[in-house]
């Protein structure tokens, strides 16, 4: 269990401090796996190298995968790619969620200005149009292509009912 937890540190700590991605993770990885927690040779990580080049996808986290299946079995393998996606993943997350909070006060703001109100109703009436203009194509050219008289309702139906909506 101390071999996993150490492979599961070293893959949080290198996609956490690993910047550069792909090629220039390689030398980090073989520090933390190979020089200084000796947890598989320098042959096996170089067959490693050589799997995660040639197979598609992310090259540090095949290349986790690879060290965490050369040190710790099928577990290792799964947990090593987990945790070196899992500090990309936690930073994008985050980023998204500070860009969302950053337009949603913009939004807010921009609500209580009245020209944009009524900017924003015009627009409104003129995407209204749009789809009006767009179900009436759709009407006429199913209604020459189609044996199926219902379909046209259908379309003007839904439409309308997502316009409606706001959708």
């Excluded at 071999?3 to 220039?24: D, P, Q, T, Y």
């Excluded at 050589?50 to 393998?77: D, F, H, K, N, W």
């Excluded at 500090?87 to 200005?113: M, N």
Aim: glycine content about 12%; proline content about 3%.
């Amino acid at each position: 269990m101390g071999k996993i937890r150490s492979l599961m540190g070293s893959m949080m700590k290198v996609g956490i401090l690993g910047f550069g991605g792909g090629n220039a993770l390689i030398p980090v990885i073989e520090q933390e796996v190979v020089t200084e927690k000796k947890m598989i040779t320098r042959q096996d990580y170089d067959k490693d190298i050589i799997a995660a080049t040639l197979t598609p996808g992310a090259l540090p986290i095949e290349l986790a995968s690879g060290v965490g299946l050369q040190a710790c079995g099928l577990r290792g393998m799964v947990l090593g790619g987990i945790m070196m996606a899992l500090a990309g993943f936690a930073c994008s997350v985050s980023a998204s969620c500070g860009v969302f909070h950053f337009i949603y006060h913009i939004y807010e703001w921009l609500e209580r200005i009245e020209v944009f109100v009524k900017v924003k109703k015009s627009i409104r009436v003129i995407v209204s149009g749009l789809l009006l203009t767009v179900m009436a194509g759709l009407i006429k050219s199913s209604m020459t292509t189609n044996s199926n008289p219902e379909l046209p309702w259908f379309t003007v139906l839904s439409m309308g009912i997502c316009n409606m909506m706001g959708v």
